[in-house]
């Protein structure tokens, strides 16, 4: 028989509660269980490199260039375009979005397949205001690239916000930056508090899977 939401529910504050603790603590060394145990929460299975796809969004953060390489590694296609979100300032004084669009040029992407949207300061702000872009390309793939932590969150706030564009399929693409990568995010103290950070917002979000 499978587990009713009463008995999910707490099991999965329960392991929340315990692990953002031992996460936190920077004199607790992580079994490796313990790992598996968030990495099942937190990151999605692993696809290849998706082909065929039409428009690729990349959503800014403080840590952005991985994001962009990794937009990179996709399969080349002269048709594709692409919508850079984030208005955050970096320390270069550029936004997110900015960088992202010198960073693609730089790697061989023509600017006028770039649009930017400078304005977002968070994840559902960079989800609503490509809309009006999204919906004049109408992509029939569409590439969301964001971190790998923070995916889950990500894709239940885009099929949300996502809802009105036309007819798509939705191909999540995660990137990993030094300190969030599967395998080796827990020997890195940052690591450690971003992943930390993350559960309680997927928590807060219903979003927290069971780490059993």
């Not at 145990?37 to 696809?47: L, N, Y």
């Not at 692409?82 to 960073?103: I, P």
């Amino acid at each position: 028989m499978r587990n009713s939401i009463s008995d999910t529910e707490p099991q999965r504050d329960h392991d929340k509660i315990e692990l953002t603790g031992i996460l936190r603590d920077p004199k607790r060394s992580l079994r490796n269980d313990e790992v598996e145990r968030v990495e099942r929460m937190i990151f999605p299975s692993g696809q290849p490199l998706p082909e065929n796809i039409d428009a690729v969004v990349i959503l800014g953060s403080r840590n952005c260039g991985y994001r962009v390489e990794r937009a990179l590694e996709l399969p080349s296609s002269s048709e594709r375009q692409f919508v850079v979100t984030g208005g955050n300032l970096m320390e270069n004084g550029l936004t997110e979005a900015e960088n992202m669009k010198t960073q693609l040029v730089a790697g061989g992407v023509s600017a006028s397949a770039i649009t930017k949207e400078p304005r977002a300061c968070n994840t559902r702000q960079n989800l609503e205001l490509i809309l009006p872009v999204l919906s004049g390309l109408a992509p029939a793939r569409l590439g969301l690239i964001t971190g790998g932590f923070h995916m889950v969150r990500t894709l239940a706030a885009a099929a949300e916000s996502f809802s009105v564009l036309p007819p798509h399929v939705l191909v999540s693409i995660s990137a990993f930056g030094p300190h969030t990568t599967p395998g080796s995010w827990s020997i890195f103290q940052r690591g450690r508090e971003i992943i930390a950070d993350e559960l309680d917002k997927l928590s807060r979000l219903g979003l927290l899977a069971s780490s059993r």
